[in-house]
């Protein structure tokens, strides 16, 4: 057997066939990650001239140190303990060469499977012995991160399409079916982007996100060279919402008339039931006059509509995967969001796409505050969490690497004495 560069064909020809991958271990994504300082190689294992194991090798450089990661981890069934003895070597060796010291991955390798819906727990029971197969080829595991500490997140929330869309729907959580409604009757809606509204979920997301607009603009380019990318966004007609408002303050008009008449029919014997139901719909038509305010003045600002949220996905093979998503928090109310979701869901499955990767999230039988809004609304669509087994690390260049993690507290201790 022997390692040796693919090319992008070659990689692509591998990895299609492989049941479990990620979008991060693209050709695209390693062009992507050029232009972020690192250098790419797809490196592939062969056996009779035949690819067994292959895997996207980003390269960076910092203070003289050379440093590798595999996004994801290598493209290989980690079950079979001899090939991953047999790939780790020779990855080792060729790193070696190349003066890298150590190498990082995340590899696929699930867990644990959480159904939060059915309260059920679905265990790999191949895990242990892959992780021990890992240990035993001294890979260091980083521990198991329970939020977004890594470079990728050890939790994916993960919707299986391959059911039919009464039944998808159904699984919603039954507020955000009701959400979803919502946003369709006040005038949102789904439609598809292109390269030049990039600059859209830039600005929703830009206050939350690291990554700048050259970075979705290169997204875009690169898998869009094999039809691999779409981005969708959500606008609302603001003439039809002004309607649905004008609508439902009428329609809370009439209510609270009727049982004003009903009330003072009968003034001499009050009726308590009827007092709350007026007291109660009233809450509602003050409500419906100050939205009834609101939806004029965003007729009035945005006569042709103003878009709410924006979202840029992945295709790969049969399944979708979330690149990056946003909206506008001014009009988070609309539920734009919720109804992107399901329209992409509806659209994707009627397609023959059988998974649909909604990103990362946080360990969710932790308890903390932080990041429990994302969790539920991704759970919330009848997601379920996929528990990876976390990073590792592989040193290569053992004299070199001892160096680097001499030199590291050195140079933060220097940096400090500076800022002071």
């Given at each position: 057997m022997n390692l040796k560069e693919l090319t992008n064909q070659e990689f692509i020809n591998f990895i299609t066939n492989f049941p479990l991958k990620s979008i991060y271990q693209t050709p695209e994504y390693g062009m992507v990650m050029s232009n972020q300082g690192y250098k790419p190689i797809l490196l592939g294992l062969f056996k009779e001239n035949i690819v067994i194991a292959a895997t996207l090798i980003l390269i960076n450089k910092e203070d003289g140190f050379k440093y590798a990661y595999a996004p994801r981890g290598f493209i290989l069934n980690y079950e079979d303990f001899y090939l991953l003895k047999d790939f780790t070597?020779?990855?080792?060796?060729?790193?070696a060469k190349l003066g890298v010291i150590g190498i990082k991955i995340n590899p696929l390798v699930i867990k644990s499977i959480y159904d939060f819906s059915n309260q059920t727990k679905e265990n790999n029971p191949k895990f242990e012995l892959i992780y021990e197969s890992l240990k035993n080829n001294n890979y260091y595991h980083l521990?198991?991160?329970?939020?977004?500490?890594?470079?990728?997140?050890?939790?994916e929330a993960i919707i299986n399409l391959n059911d039919n869309l009464y039944n998808l729907f159904k699984n919603?959580?039954?507020?955000y079916r009701t959400k979803i409604r919502s946003a369709i009757k006040h005038g949102v809606r789904t439609y598809k982007g292109s390269f030049n509204d990039l600059n859209i979920l830039y600005e929703f997301t830009k206050e939350r996100y690291k990554r700048n607009l050259e970075y979705f603009k290169d997204c875009f380019g690169y898998f869009a060279k094999r039809n691999m990318i779409e981005l969708y966004y959500t606008k609302l007609d603001t003439k039809i919402y002004l309607e649905s408002i004008q609508n439902k303050l009428n329609d809370c008009e009439e209510k609270s008339n009727y049982l004003n008449n009903l009330i003072m029919k009968k003034k001499n014997k009050p009726n308590k039931k009827l007092i709350n139901k007026k007291i109660n719909i009233d809450k509602y038509l003050f409500k419906y006059k100050k939205d009834l305010i609101e939806a004029t003045n965003y007729l009035h600002n945005f006569p042709n509509g103003v878009i709410t949220s924006c979202i840029l996905i992945v295709k790969q093979d049969k399944e979708i995967t979330v690149l990056m998503d946003g909206y506008d928090a001014k009009f988070k109310k609309l539920n734009s969001k919720h109804l992107l979701i399901w329209q992409i869901m509806e659209l994707y499955q009627k397609l023959g796409?059988?998974?649909?990767?909604?990103?990362g999230m946080s360990n969710l039988t932790i308890d903390n505050k932080r990041y429990s809004g994302l969790d539920e609304f991704k759970l919330g669509f009848g997601a379920k969490m996929v528990e990876y087994a976390g990073d590792f690390e592989l040193v290569t260049h053992k004299r070199n690497y001892n160096l680097y993690r001499n030199y590291v507290p050195l140079k933060k201790l220097i940096k400090s004495k500076l800022i002071k």
């Open positions: 070597a020779q990855i080792k060796n060729y790193l521990g198991y991160n329970n939020f977004f500490e890594a470079l990728k997140p050890r939790f919603i959580k039954k507020e796409f059988t998974k649909f990767n909604l990103g």
